[in-house]
């Protein structure tokens, strides 16, 4: 039996798509895949390392647990939706704190702290610590992530 | 993930008749569900998605003397309402640290329930609040108290078709001290080795919402005096039967258990004594 796919239509980064998608395909596999927007990665796909962080109708969820079914009608944010042609400061802050190591973990974790960023825009570094704790980073670059994003929040974090 | 269907029922009606079907699975947040497709522990023929459906609230509400957590709330909505915080913070701390921020959008309050894991964070405060779970089908609603909801790890009493519209919780009538306390092997996104929800009222009385140290989560009740005494703390624990798993030995979870008890009992009554 093929599985029976239907039409569905959300704005990504801005612009209407309409995708035909199987119901057991992910977000996350439909925005790599389908819309080629490679930037979202796939590690645990079980909701465990946020590294697949997308906003969806204004929060961050794991893509990885989402149908992509699901989303007919919403609006997606990924990684290449954040800083248009230039990099957000928030961005330009990871690179000058040097929180990039081999720079797997990072897609997720600018998301991540963009939308902390937008939900509370003066975070303590506990605020930042536990809002980016569903996003893993192996190279166990955590402090100079959380100081990348506390230099760009107005934070007084030592990079 | 294997083949399956997709349905987004607008009616309760429409929901329960699919619900209904053999091989048919209700998806809420997805954050359990979705894992158990990928790992194929569930391989349901059709996935009905509850999230359009008009007759499960979105919303909280005062209702009276109780407060109603609408079937499809979120936990990170939970955290940040004010009633909650306010009658139930024990709630609002288990909310809090359920996953992490990403699964707390997406995860609700009745699929934690509905998912009906021995650890599911907020059972143990519903537990100790005596919440009771409002389950329907178009035809029948009932209220199931929360220490009737569960008869093992991932099962319920609920029926085929059946569906948890809301959670519903007494607003204390006085003021109460209430505690809530979690062990995890590490700070984030983990599963309780151990969790916990005390309540006491000023008349003496103490309740008990165990997770993690038995097949489902488990209500306690005792009171101030027995609880002075060692064999008061044996007698309230005796309803727990910690077992070894990955996450931690039968032994240190009865420990924990102990100690964290003791402590949240300890915090609730300086509560209490505060604000009596």
Redesign the interface.
């Known amino acids: 039996m093929s599985p029976t796919e239907s039409a569905i239509t959300l704005t990504v980064n801005g612009s209407r798509r309409t995708v035909r998608v199987s119901p057991s395909t992910t977000l996350l596999e439909m925005v790599r895949t389908r819309l080629e927007l490679t930037g979202s990665k796939e590690c645990c796909a079980e909701g465990e390392c946020g590294a697949c962080t997308m906003i969806l109708d204004g929060e961050p969820v794991n893509s990885c647990l989402v149908l992509a079914v699901e989303t007919d009608g919403s609006e997606v944010t990924t990684i290449e939706g954040i800083g248009g042609a230039g990099m957000t400061p928030l961005q330009e802050s990871f690179l000058t704190a040097g929180a990039i190591q081999c720079g797997f973990c990072i897609p997720g974790m600018v998301v991540a702290a963009t939308a902390l960023l937008e939900r509370i825009p003066r975070p303590t570094e506990s605020e930042v610590r536990e809002g980016l704790s569903g996003n893993l980073c192996r190279c166990g670059g955590y402090s100079r992530i959380s100081a990348a994003v506390m230099a760009v929040a107005g934070g007084n974090a030592a990079t | 993930?294997?083949?399956?269907?997709?349905q987004?029922p607008q009616s309760l009606g429409e929901a329960s008749d699919l619900l209904r079907k053999d091989d048919s699975v209700a998806?809420a947040g997805?954050?359990d569900l979705?894992?158990a497709?990928?790992?194929r522990a569930v391989r349901p023929a059709l996935?009905v998605?509850l999230?359009s459906v008009s007759d499960i609230a979105e919303e909280i509400e005062v209702e009276g003397d109780r407060l109603r957590i609408g079937g499809r709330v979120v936990m990170?909505r939970l955290t940040r309402n004010q009633h909650v915080g306010r009658h139930f913070p024990a709630l609002a701390q288990a909310a809090a640290v359920v996953?992490?921020?990403?699964?707390r959008?997406?995860a609700t309050l009745a699929g934690n329930l509905c998912n009906a894991s021995p650890a599911a964070d907020t059972a143990p405060a519903l537990l100790a609040y005596g919440a009771t779970v409002i389950a329907s089908r178009p035809d029948t609603t009932r209220s199931i108290p929360v220490e009737e909801f569960f008869t093992g790890p991932g099962t319920t009493v609920l029926e085929r078709g059946e569906i948890v519209t809301a959670v519903e919780l007494p607003i204390p009538p006085t003021t109460i001290g209430s505690a809530f306390a979690r062990v995890t092997r590490r700070?984030?996104?983990d599963l309780a080795s151990v969790s916990l929800a005390c309540i006491l009222d000023p008349s003496g009385r103490a309740r008990f919402g165990f997770g993690a140290v038995g097949p489902t989560p488990l209500l306690a009740e005792s009171t101030f005096d027995e609880l002075a005494t060692d064999e008061g703390w044996s007698r309230l624990l005796a309803v727990t039967s910690p077992i070894t798993d990955v996450r931690a030995g039968a032994e240190y979870r009865r420990a924990m258990l102990h100690v964290h008890s003791r402590r949240a009992f300890q915090a609730a009554s300086e509560q209490l004594r505060a604000a009596t």
């Open positions: 993930m294997t083949w399956f269907e997709y987004r998806l997805g954050t979705l894992v497709l990928r790992h996935v998605d999230k990170s996953g992490s921020v990403q699964i959008n997406r700070r984030g996104v």
